[in-house]
């Protein structure tokens, strides 16, 4: 049972511990609102105003859930099909593979397995134009990170073409269709994509925080008409459990039948392995595990420094809605206290489980073993020792366990669980692994490979961008501290300005006179370095 006095008061502890100005919550139990609350303020500059359920804030990537709706509805209208090449509805939509325009389908965009890779980029267009202009100019160019069809792949660009896919069947712009086929039906009346719609509400603002524990307001807000299918809903933890609502019921909300049932249940059907411990997929628009013995539905969003959690068990009707207005540092705190509440409201026994134990194929072994490299989880080396499965991962050492034939879990020294899966192709070799939900790809190390310290000093510094991130040297370590994770760890030189650690790939970008100006991040973004001092 809650316990709602004890628990606001840890939320504010938590908080205070993790520098978050403001906080918002909704519970749903039965499939009705049974708790919401506010902590904080929308921003620490002038006086700000109390966090209340009603206060807007920014949703990240749950958006893609509400993007696939509005499809689905579509689906039901008889004006699109999961399963029809997304080519025949754009005839001139390009790819960067000749060969990938006739196996992109609905299904593999809202599901994260058309081998496109993530992007995002939070100032650009802003007009109604700006879906179509990011389709026709930045689409062209984007690398994939597989085939078609071959695996997870999280991808902010997939879900921004599902989403224009829907405004051209849809005839009119997608702000407007996500308007008529989603907000107003489910009664969603604060949310929004526009901020000048927002800004007549009272709107938590996204907050930096610096070296000395000052927090700040970011006085430019992050606004991109292009990417608005993948992350732009402005929306407030009650007008959300309006959404949950409707996917726990069967597609039903006051009184109505907003969704079919079986759109629902397709929305929530795994539709491809993200190879976790708990056993992970992802469906249509939503993330799909098993959470002490509960069927868990549920989506992360991240956008500046929002942070956004949403998490639905349907066999009990009850969710929990969780927004913060700043996150960096913070998000495994949000997941304890989604756990929380949950493990309260519905008598789970706390802490988590152990996996439950499969049994290793050793003769699969030998084609598991290799390098393996993964623009989001840095360098994987898989060997087996003495009978024993074991992952290096960015230097660290990892005992793995099996779960099933092509799926392994382990453990890191603070005890952070990191599932490892094998991909294969039938009768093919494992040319990925996933770890932790993202794609690494079989590569060949340069074994003559020499790191070299003395010029390391040149890279120290911080940079900024979508991910703030801070090199030092320590004798002949290179450290990285990731603001988003809230840690440090070591950097494993993969050349003279390339490197590996756990929240990716690092590139220096060194300048003819040898200062260096920035850092390409995951083999996409660019962060600028900040002058020294700064």
């Known amino acids: 049972m809650l316990n709602i006095y004890a628990l606001e008061q840890w939320i504010a502890e938590q908080m205070q511990a993790g520098h978050v100005p403001g906080l918002a919550l909704a519970i749903v139990r039965d499939l009705e609102v049974i708790y919401c609350h506010g902590w904080g303020v929308t921003s620490v500059e002038d006086g700000g105003l109390p ?72 100032f650009g267009r802003r007009g109604l134009e700006g879906l179509e202009a990011y389709m026709r100019q930045d689409v062209p ?42 907000f107003d039906p489910l009664q969603m009346t604060r ?56 996917q726990m019921d069967g ?3 006051g009184g109505r039948q907003i969704l079919a049932a079986e759109s629902v249940a397709e929305m929530q059907r795994p539709q491809v392995d993200r190879y976790t411990a708990g056993d992970g997929a992802y469906g249509l628009g939503l993330d799909l595990d098993t ?13 500046s420094t929002f942070g956004s959690r949403l998490v639905m068990l349907p066999g009990e009707g009850a969710a929990v809605v969780l927004f913060v207005n700043r996150a960096p540092g913070f998000w495994g705190r949000m997941e304890t206290i989604v756990d929380r509440v949950v493990d309260q409201l519905l008598g789970l026994p706390a802490g988590q489980p152990r996996p439950a134990a499969g049994e290793p194929e050793r003769a699969l072994w030998p084609g598991y073993e290799g390098a393996y490299l993964g ?79 003395d010029r390391w000093a040149a890279y120290a510094g911080r940079y900024t961008g979508v991910e703030k991130i801070g090199i030092h040297i320590e004798g002949q370590q290179m450290l990285v501290y990731s603001e988003d994770e809230g840690r440090e760890m070591p950097a494993i030189p993969l050349s003279g300005t390339r490197f590996a650690c756990d929240v990716g790939l690092l590139e220096f970008q060194v300048a003819p006179d040898a200062s260096v100006p920035s850092l390409r991040f995951g083999n996409v973004y660019t962060l600028a370095r900040e002058p020294s001092g700064a």
């Open 251 to 253: 597609g039903r909300f």
């Open 141 to 182: 160019a984007y690398s994939f990170i597989a085939p078609p069809g071959e695996l997870y792949s999280y991808s902010n660009p997939g879900v921004r073409i599902a989403g224009y896919v829907a405004q051209v069947v849809g005839g009119r712009p997608y702000t407007e269709l996500m308007q008529d086929l989603v």
């Open 291 to 303: 959470y002490k013995g509960q069927r868990r539905v549920s989506h992360n969003g991240s956008i």
């Open 375 to 453: 623009d989001w989880r840095g360098l994987a080396i898989v060997q087996a020792l003495e009978d024993q499965l074991v992952l290096d991962w960015n230097g660290e050492r990892l005992e793995l366990q099996p779960r099933r034939a092509d799926l392994y879990w382990g453990r890191k020294a603070g005890g952070e669980p990191v599932s490892v899966g094998f991909v294969s192709r039938a009768g093919g070799p494992v040319d990925y692994l996933q770890v932790n939900s993202s794609p690494c790809r079989r590569c060949d190390l340069d074994s003559g490979r020499v790191a070299d310290p």
């Open 191 to 246: 949310t929004t994509f526009d901020p000048t719609v927002a800004m007549t509400y009272p709107a938590a603002q996204s907050h930096d925080l610096a070296a000395d524990g000052t927090l700040s307001v970011q006085h430019r807000y992050a606004d991109d008409s292009g990417g608005y299918p993948s992350g732009g809903v402005i929306s407030t933890v009650l007008d959300l459990t309006h959404f949950a609502v409707m």
């Open 51 to 122: 966090v209340t359920p009603r206060t807007l804030f920014r949703i990240g990537s749950i958006t893609k859930s509400m993007t696939a709706t509005a499809v689905m509805r579509l689906v039901e209208e008889g004006k699109l099909d999961l399963d029809r090449p997304v080519s025949e509805y754009i005839p001139w939509l390009a790819f960067s593979r000749a060969d990938a325009a006739g196996e992109i389908t609905l299904r593999r965009l809202l599901s994260h397995s058309a081998g496109l890779p993530t992007d995002h980029v939070p």
